[in-house]
């Protein structure tokens, strides 16, 4: 055995260890949490990310601004446009999030984010890491909430995510041991399971929800996901009102599709990787990724975003101006009832409902065969503005 490469092996893995332990003592020390009734202006950076993006973008500005009108003018809240968090800037910097970027992202409240491609392997672009990912550690941003609902059906589920540890703490620093042996690696901390698992609990608690449900891969991947597993019965037992399930993911994803059975799940809690995958899938019965927002959450920052990628095949292919902007507007709608605005969250919240989902005078396809995002969200300012919103979203919902 070649002992360079052994000791080139142990010396990484030891780095690993080493920055995740400083990582686990940068979580004991969690930061006060904003009072935003006290903040004057609210500054909400927005990065309009790539591909699809700037559309997208867009249309959210447009519906943001007519919602906040007063609190803008008023001085209440300011917008602050953050470039460079493109993929032309990042490649340039080699860098995820180039330092300067950072530094702005930090002198904001609250983050607004489209898009951003992440490069991968064998791509047209160095293989840096992905901007989400890397902006959710930095700012650690340790829950990524996921709503999806679909009334019709009964679906009513809202993910909770863990969304700074597991395999993407960690997944631009595998290690290519030899040409035929590469190795990546997951990390779970007590910390950091229950933080996500607590917020979880929390939710179900507060919202008089009798339904958690924990998923893991527990029964195969031993050490990291028996840590989540266990500190789920551990922290379960402060809420003793709340009644909760352990599933592991590959029966979940299976009775996600199961007409009778998946109306009963509420809210569920699981690490990365696994509120990766299972969120595009239950995005699915709502109408697809492009129409599910999400919020990623920490105690000082947080930034909502769409849950899907800049679609660059989409731009390639002429279509652009087809994208559904759906997605970066419920972000933006779970924005505003985060920093306090649930009404306004409440009044765009029905408007969705209405455009998306029930009247559906203009239907987005993603293709020329249905609606521009532009004529979608004429439709959806104009629905917004109808006095009789709430009337007529309830003609609809019962
Ligand atoms: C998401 C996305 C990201 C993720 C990608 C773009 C890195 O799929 O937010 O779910 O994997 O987390
Ligand atoms: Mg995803």
């Known amino acids: 055995m070649d002992n360079q490469v052994l000791e080139h092996a142990k010396n990484h893995f030891a780095q690993v260890v080493s920055d995740q332990l400083s990582r686990v003592e940068r979580m004991k020390q969690a930061e006060e949490p904003l009072d935003f009734t006290s903040i004057q202006p609210i500054i909400i950076g927005f990065c309009w990310g790539d591909g699809i993006g700037p559309i997208i973008s867009q249309e959210t500005q447009r519906v943001l601004e007519y919602l906040l009108e007063k609190e803008i003018a008023g001085g209440k809240m300011k917008f602050k446009t953050i470039e460079g968090l493109t993929i032309e800037n990042r490649v340039k910097h080699l860098k995820a999030i180039p330092d300067d970027v950072l530094a702005e992202l930090k002198t904001c409240h609250v983050i607004l984010k489209a898009p951003t491609t992440t490069p991968e392997k064998g791509g047209p672009y160095p293989n840096i890491e992905s901007a989400n990912v890397a902006m959710r550690r930095e700012l650690d941003l340790f829950a990524n909430v996921r709503p999806v609902k679909v009334p019709k ?28 042996l590469a ?34 891969k527990a029964n195969v991947v031993k050490t990291t996901d028996g840590l989540f597993l266990e500190t789920a019965e551990r922290i379960s037992k402060e809420y003793p009102q709340v009644k909760w399930d352990g599933w592991y993911i590959d029966i979940m994803t299976a009775k996600l599709v ?17 509120g990766d995958i299972l969120t595009d899938e239950a ?52 924005m505003l009832r985060h920093i306090g605005f649930a009404d306004k969250a409440d009044r765009l919240e029905m408007a969705l409902d ?39 979203w309830k003609s609809f919902t019962g």
């Not at 901390?189 to 179900?204: L, N, P, V």
């Not at 199961?258 to 696994?274: A, G, H």
């Not at 998306?356 to 917004?384: H, P």
């Open 153 to 180: 059906e009964g679906i009513d589920w809202i993910f909770f995510r863990e969304n700074t540890e597991g395999a993407y703490i960690l997944g631009s620093r595998g290690i290519q041991v030899t040409e035929d």
């Open 258 to 274: 199961d007409p009778k059975r998946r109306t009963q799940f509420r809210v569920l809690v699981l690490p990365n990787l696994y």
């Open 183 to 216: 190795i990546d690696f997951t990390a779970t901390t007590k910390q950091g399971s229950e933080r996500i698992i607590r917020m979880a609990f929390d939710y179900a608690a507060k919202n008089n929800i009798n339904r958690l449900t924990v998923v893991t």
């Open 354 to 392: 209405i455009c998306s989902q029930y009247e559906k005078k203009w239907v987005i396809t993603g293709r020329d065969n249905g609606a521009t995002g532009r004529q979608f969200c004429d439709y959806l300012l104009e629905t917004m503005k109808d006095p009789d919103l709430e009337k007529r």
């Open 283 to 334: 995005a699915e019965f709502q109408g697809g990724v492009g129409t599910a927002g999400s919020a990623n959450i920490g105690r000082r920052y947080s930034m909502f975003e769409a849950i899907h990628g800049s679609a660059p095949r989409m731009i390639d292919e002429g279509r652009g101006q087809y994208a559904d902007p759906c997605s970066l507007i419920r972000a933006a709608s779970m």
